[in-house]
C-alpha cells in the first residue's frame, strides 16, 4: 500500500497516510479539534471591537447580537406615541421619510392620521377616511367611485359635516351635443331626479 508524507495543519509534525487519503489535514482526531476550536480574533463590523471566535466561526462578523441587530436596523422615535421603535435595514431601506415613520400601535389603532393630514377610521373594521364615512352617513348610502369629498375651509382633519361638500368627478365623454345631452339626463337619473321633454 502506497503511503503519502503529509503536515499537520495543527502541529506541524510530518505524518504518513496512504494515498488515496492525500487531503487529511491533521495527523490525528485531537489535532483537528484543537485547530478549529484555537481562537482568533476579529473585527466587529458594527462597533470596530476586537472579539475572539473559534475557527470554526471565522464567518461571524459581529462581537454581540446587539451589534448585529444595530448594523442590520436601527431605533427611531414613532410620530405619533414618540415611543422607539426597532426597524430593520430592510425596513429603513424601503421608507422614504424615517421622521413620518409610525410604531406597530399606532398603526393599529382605530383612528389615526396619515402623512397628507387626513383623518382614517375603522368603523366596521375595514379602514375609511372619515370625511367619505361622515358623508355616507349624512346622505344614508355609500359614495359612488367618481364623488369626492371637499371640505370647505381648507382644513383635512375638520371633518364636521358643514364643512364637507359633495362633489361629482365625472365629466362627459366629448363634446357632441347628443353625449352631452345623454350624460346629463344620466348623471341626474343617478341622483333620482326624473326627466321629461318638453
Not at 102 to 111: G, L, M
Request: a positive charge; glycine letters at 4%; charged letters at 30%.
Amino acid at each position: 500500500m502506497a503511503y503519502k508524507k503529509l503536515k499537520c495543519l495543527n502541529c506541524n509534525i510530518e505524518f504518513s497516510c496512504e494515498i488515496k487519503r492525500k487531503n487529511r489535514k491533521f495527523c490525528n482526531l485531537n489535532c483537528a479539534y484543537q485547530y478549529r476550536t484555537k481562537p482568533v480574533e476579529k473585527e466587529c463590523v458594527n462597533c470596530l471591537k476586537i472579539f475572539t471566535v473559534t475557527k470554526s466561526k471565522k464567518m461571524k462578523k459581529y462581537c454581540s447580537k446587539v451589534c448585529w441587530l444595530l448594523y442590520k436596523g436601527t431605533f427611531i422615535n414613532c410620530k405619533e406615541c414618540q415611543n422607539e421603535f426597532w426597524l430593520t435595514y430592510g425596513q429603513v431601506k424601503k421608507r422614504k421619510n424615517l421622521l413620518n415613520s409610525k410604531c406597530k400601535e399606532c398603526k393599529n389603532k382605530d383612528y389615526y392620521y396619515n402623512n397628507k393630514g387626513y383623518a382614517f377610521i375603522k368603523p366596521e373594521g375595514t379602514l375609511i377616511a372619515e370625511h367619505r364615512y361622515v358623508m355616507e352617513q349624512h346622505i344614508g348610502r355609500k359614495l359612488y367611485h367618481n364623488e369626492n369629498v371637499h371640505h370647505i375651509n381648507g382644513v383635512r382633519n375638520d371633518n364636521r359635516i358643514e364643512n364637507l361638500e359633495l362633489w361629482e368627478m365625472s365629466q362627459p365623454r366629448g363634446q357632441r351635443l347628443d353625449e352631452k345631452i345623454e350624460f346629463y339626463i344620466n348623471f341626474l337619473e343617478k341622483y333620482g331626479y326624473t326627466i321629461s321633454k318638453e
